[in-house]
């Protein structure tokens, strides 16, 4: 399962960079939208995957009984799943701003800032 | 308790909210802004205060004890820079009062600078590595906002590149994160350094280290991944500009100094080298750049660039001395270069424009100014008796120090560069006459301008600590050696955080 997760996550970061450098500004989103899901299953998989095996503690006990999954990781995924939508956004909003105003969605035409 | 090191974070945060509920009373929102900025400035002494009489200012938030909890900490390096923010939040504040037009204002101008204020003060003061990314994202939003605000042209041009290298380098931060837990199972940066400190090192740590490093420049501006800066840092309003040069990338150069000499110290003879070389190159680049450019902020951009080589360079090279000098350096640029920026805007005030072409006879009409704006600009470019001089006197001191020559001979070079840069904008905009095309009644006319006191006021105050710390550089030089001092000495910071001697 950790294989087949390493190579989905290595998939996904290639997809994202290949989107990233398209000259669409639409397909640059999308990249960043896959860079960071990426991001995401990258701290789920490497923090050890754990199957049916809930962090709960019985009634009565101060620690749970044998291995459990580390409850932690997907604090954190959550965390930046939320951080990343709010951020995603923005970057969707300023698109759409920026297509009004420059009138091309081409990365090739907005080097007024460059020179 | 120690709730001084929790009050910079806390008192933006509530100063943005507030500010937000006061959506529709901009009179109220302008004053809470100086107010609660001048609060954050205070607070912020009192946690130097603090922490240069206990060392190290620890606050374990909710009581969770370190590493299950998120702990705030405070050392030398973290206050100094808190009241750096506090000081340029402060000067921003009151510049902002009377620059920052009636139409940002309406769209939350104040509330965005309270939560960006917020999001550097908390990178600065966590002891968390995951808190420290929810920080940078924290700010990042606020810069994004305030970046587009007004939705001209070239602000949208320049956001594109801004937010997509930003949120780039986010995810690299974000995996990098999820390797180090998977490698170490814990996020707390003390206990992190410990654990590293306790295992033999692999290729692995390396290679995390260099995804940190790699996230940390791309937000520092350094090279070769500093295009979005110079391509975005002029477009937004000048005392958003001012606010973005004095503190965004430092907090990159400040999440570098703490995680490479807290963290990855391992194996210093590969990460440091390739700070060393990214050090110089982001120098000379961001010098030779500024040399081609002819609008006055983008000629500043440029340099913040290769200032922020500088600082790497200290801690590239990794002695005392050399820390120190960064130390001093971060705080001398903050202050220098917040400040060129704020006088750009007053000329921009005067004559319209920031294309050097059509700027001119300045020094003719308002000495003042001109000589406000050279006491900063050599400051920058290192004359004594200014902070500059100091700042690049102990680096490159240290480089020579542990003969490092090629390291000496691109600051000394890159120093002189400045220098031309410097003089090149003080001819253009003060020296030679107004070019004919230009109108300068506003120049010219001997009115009292009333907004010009939250201009000047601000600028003569940053002006004035340029020279004090090239004057009466003892007391920051003290604090910068106490600070590299602890940052030499990470079992110091593990200590005051986990509780146990490593």
């Not at chain 1, 009634?59 to 997907?74: M, R, T, Y």
């Not at chain 2, 949120?167 to 654990?195: Q, V």
Request: with cysteine; net charge neutral; glycine share 8%.
């Amino acid at each position: 399962m950790e294989t087949l997760m390493a190579y989905a996550i290595g998939v996904l970061f290639g997809c994202a960079v290949y989107m990233m450098l398209r000259r669409s500004i639409v397909k640059l989103v999308i990249g960043l939208i896959i860079l960071s899901n990426a991001a995401n299953l990258l701290i789920f998989a490497v923090s050890g995957m754990t199957r049916g095996a809930p962090p709960l503690i019985p009634e009565g006990l101060q620690l749970p009984e044998g291995a459990v999954a580390d409850p932690l990781p997907q604090a954190l995924v959550l965390t930046a799943i939320v951080i990343a939508f709010g951020v995603l956004a923005f970057s969707v909003v300023l698109i759409h701003r920026a297509f009004e105003v420059v009138e091309t969605d081409d990365l090739d035409q907005m080097k007024d800032t460059d020179t | 308790m120690s709730t001084e090191v929790a009050l910079p974070v806390f008192i933006p945060l509530l100063a943005g909210v507030l500010s937000l509920m006061l959506w529709r009373s901009r009179k109220w929102q302008r004053r809470l802004a100086v107010l609660a900025t001048g609060l954050l400035l205070a607070s912020t002494l009192w946690l130097l205060r603090s922490t240069l009489d206990q060392g190290y200012v620890v606050m374990q938030l909710g009581g969770w004890a370190a590493p299950f909890g998120i702990t705030l900490v405070a050392d030398l390096l973290s206050a100094v820079m808190a009241v750096i923010t506090g000081l340029i939040g402060f000067a921003v504040a009151l510049y902002s009062l009377g620059t920052i037009p009636d139409r940002h204002e309406k769209f939350g101008y104040y509330p965005l600078m309270h939560l960006l204020l917020a999001g550097v003060a908390g990178s600065f003061l966590t002891g968390d590595i995951f808190n420290l990314f929810v920080w940078f994202e924290v700010m990042l939003l606020a810069s994004f906002a305030l970046l587009t605000l007004g939705g001209e042209r070239a602000q949208m041009e320049g956001a594109i590149k801004y937010v997509t290298l930003n949120l780039f380098s986010s995810a690299l931060f974000l995996s990098a994160i999820g390797l180090t837990y998977g490698l170490t199972g814990t996020l707390n940066m003390a206990d992190l350094a410990y654990k590293l400190s306790q295992v033999e090192h692999t290729g692995m740590v390396n290679v995390v280290a260099l995804m940190f490093m790699i996230s940390f420049g791309i937000k520092a501006a350094a090279f070769p991944l500093f295009f979005w800066l110079p391509a975005s840092y002029h477009t937004p309003q000048v005392a958003v500009s001012a606010l973005f040069a004095g503190l965004l990338t430092k907090v990159g150069v400040y999440a570098l100094y703490r995680l490479f000499t807290l963290v990855f110290v391992g194996d210093t003879g590969y990460t440091h080298t390739i700070l060393l070389w990214s050090a110089a190159l982001t120098m000379l680049t961001g010098v030779l750049g500024a040399a081609a450019q002819f609008e006055f902020r983008r000629i500043l951009s440029f340099h913040i660039v290769s200032q922020i080589g500088y600082i790497m360079l200290g801690l590239a090279l990794f002695t005392p001395l050399a820390l120190l000098g960064g130390v001093f350096y971060l705080v001398h640029n903050i202050i220098a270069k917040t400040n060129l920026f704020l006088i750009s805007g007053l000329t921009y005030r005067l004559l319209g424009s920031y294309d050097l072409k059509k700027l001119g006879g300045v020094y003719r009409e308002r000495p003042g100014i001109a000589i406000l704006f050279l006491i900063s600009a050599l400051g920058l470019a290192g004359i004594p008796p200014l902070s500059g001089f100091f700042a690049k006197f102990l680096l490159i001191r240290a480089a020579v120090e542990i003969e490092a020559w090629m390291a000496v001979v691109v600051a000394l070079t890159v120093s002189f560069m400045t220098l031309y840069s410097m003089i090149k904008i003080w001819a253009q905009v003060f020296w030679k006459p107004v070019p004919d095309a230009v109108d300068a009644t506003r120049l010219r006319s001997r009115e009292r301008d009333p907004g010009m006191f939250w201009l000047l006021t601000p600028i003569i105050g940053l002006a004035a600590l340029v020279v004090l710390f090239g004057v009466w550089a003892e007391p920051l030089y003290q604090v910068a050696r106490d600070a590299a001092e602890q940052l030499l000495n990470p079992a110091g910071y593990i200590e005051a955080v986990l509780g146990v001697t490593p």
